[in-house]
């Protein structure tokens, strides 16, 4: 490139351009063009992990090019830290949503485990997601600069549960919130992530719609009973 040259910026059909953004002819939304990309490429990288997914692929489902891809994301790689980026972003931002801090603390307890229950078991991409990245040792995600910091949201959460149920009389006193996380999690995760050899296992698949209502009522009695004052 020239110096003073303009750097080509990408087009309404996702081609790299170098007409100004004044052209009052094009519209050309960055913002929806990289939503979409990250949705399908969430699909595609839960489906055939980083190593499998095509970045082709990708490009051709949203209407776009690979270097549109590598102008917003640098590469294949960076696309999928965005992905686990956006993943891990939005169960946190859903589970602020809940304002369990409003309700009654055995309410609110009651309320996070049923979300975390019925964001597994519907969110299949994010349980395969935090799976894969698993295999890779968290690599990529400890490379995510708001990761640690978004997710200690949850923990905040949990903090303020179990310290309003202490003063309420109805929770225990020893309980670790980190560990109260890794209980929940583990149960919601589980029925998910590991249903098929499960099922394979014991000729009862997990995710049936007629299993569904009992493990749900199941993990959120197990929690509870776990974190309640003995009488």
Same mark, same amino acid.
């Given at each position: 490139m020239k110096k003073g040259s303009k750097a080509a910026e990408p087009d309404t059909n996702g081609i790299l351009s170098d007409t100004p953004r004044g052209d009052a002819r094009r519209k050309y939304d960055p913002e929806q063009t990289k939503r979409n990309i990250l949705d399908?490429?969430?699909?595609?990288?839960?489906?055939?992990? &980083?190593?499998?997914?095509?970045?082709?692929?990708?490009?051709e489902r949203?209407?776009?090019?690979k270097r549109m &891809?590598?102008?917003?994301?640098?590469?294949?790689?960076?696309?999928?830290?965005?992905?686990?980026?956006?993943?891990?972003?939005d169960i946190r931002a859903l589970e602020q949503d809940l304002h369990v801090s409003?309700?009654?603390?055995?309410?609110?307890?009651?309320? &996070?485990?049923?979300?975390?229950?019925?964001?597994?078991?519907?969110q299949r991409d994010f349980v395969r997601l935090v799976t894969i990245e698993n295999i890779h040792g968290a690599k990529y995600v400890e490379q995510v600069k708001s990761f640690k910091g978004r997710n200690v949201?949850?923990?905040?959460?949990i903090e303020d549960l179990l310290a309003r149920g202490i003063a309420a009389g109805q929770f225990r006193s020893d309980i670790d919130p980190i560990d109260l996380h890794l209980l929940i999690s583990s149960l919601c995760f589980h029925?998910?992530?590991?249903?098929h050899t499960f099922g394979t296992a014991f000729g009862r698949d997990p995710s049936h719609p007629r299993l569904r209502a009992r493990h749900r009522a199941m993990i959120?009695?197990?929690? &509870?009973?776990?974190?309640?004052?003995?009488?």
């Open positions: 399908v490429a969430t699909q595609e990288f839960s489906a055939m992990g &980083l190593t499998g997914a095509r970045v082709d692929a990708i490009a949203t209407n776009t090019t &891809l590598y102008y917003y994301f640098g590469s294949k790689e960076g696309l999928y830290q965005a992905v686990l980026e956006k993943v891990y972003g409003e309700l009654d603390p055995v309410e609110g307890m009651r309320a &996070l485990v049923e979300f975390t229950f019925d964001y597994h078991d519907r949201t949850v923990i905040h959460t029925r998910v992530g590991n249903r959120v009695d197990a929690v &509870l009973r776990f974190v309640r004052k003995d009488d």
